[in-house]
């Protein structure tokens, strides 16, 4: 079965640099998720997206944005790169009125040197 | 704001021991999982549960839910090497796209 796609799985960038993520969910999952896992740390919710539209808002820094495309994948726009924005990132799908979990990908490790 | 604990936060047991994870939560909600996280891996879905009372079991793994306690547990029976890791708890509501996570438990099973 599809699973969730993210790229790149490794990301190197130095400070004050931008970064791309990208996330394709499952196919016909109405509900795209990104969350933020620090080393050692539980996952933090950044934003979701329903339908392509943006749903909720968590802990995102101003210098992040997101954004889900007609295609239904999304990317996460980060700028102005710190340290501390080294973590894995997870996209996650789900269907909204669904009664299973989340389905996570594999996620990006980014590493701002 | 909705919060999700845990306890314990790290757990080392012998092979063949029982053992349950706590995870509570502040607020009301529709949903409660639990994940199961390998060092450096995704987070993999062990169980969803919607109602009170709800109890799913997966070998040696059974999850339950009281929602007027706000407690939802994780037991682990006659523990084997290949449990070892971390497991989380999360907490929505179905009308939100947030997912709340606990801190964890970290999962150590020695021989």
């Known amino acids: 079965a599809a699973g969730v796609i993210q790229s790149p799985r490794h990301l190197i960038k130095e400070k004050r640099e931008t970064a791309t993520l990208k996330c394709y969910p499952i196919?016909?999952?109405?509900?795209v998720y990104w969350y933020q896992q620090g080393p050692g740390q539980d996952p933090q919710f950044l934003i979701s997206f329903y339908e392509k539209m943006q749903s909720d808002k968590g802990s995102i820094p101003d210098r992040f944005s997101a954004q889900q495309f007609s295609d239904y994948h999304s990317e996460l726009n980060m700028s102005s790169l710190e340290l501390g924005d080294s973590a894995l990132y997870f996209c996650a799908s789900s269907l909204k009125r669904g009664t299973r979990g989340y389905t996570f990908g594999s996620g990006t490790r980014l590493t701002v040197v | 704001e909705l919060k999700v604990e845990q306890n314990p936060l790290f757990l080392s047991m012998q092979e063949g021991k029982n053992y349950t994870i706590y995870c509570n939560y502040s607020?009301?909600?529709?949903?409660l999982y639990w994940y199961r996280q390998d060092p450096g891996k995704s987070l993999e879905s062990l169980f969803v549960l919607l109602s009170n009372g709800a109890v799913k079991q997966e070998g040696r793994l059974m999850a339950s839910l009281d929602t007027k306690a706000r407690l939802s547990t994780l037991h682990i029976t006659a523990a084997v090497h290949d449990l070892s890791a971390t497991y989380f708890c999360?907490?929505?509501?179905?009308?939100?796209?947030?997912?709340?996570f606990g801190a964890g438990t970290r999962l150590t099973v020695k021989p």
């Open positions: 607020t009301t909600s529709d949903r």
């Open positions: 999360a907490v929505d509501k179905r009308n939100n796209n947030d997912m709340r």
């Open positions: 196919p016909r999952h109405d509900t």
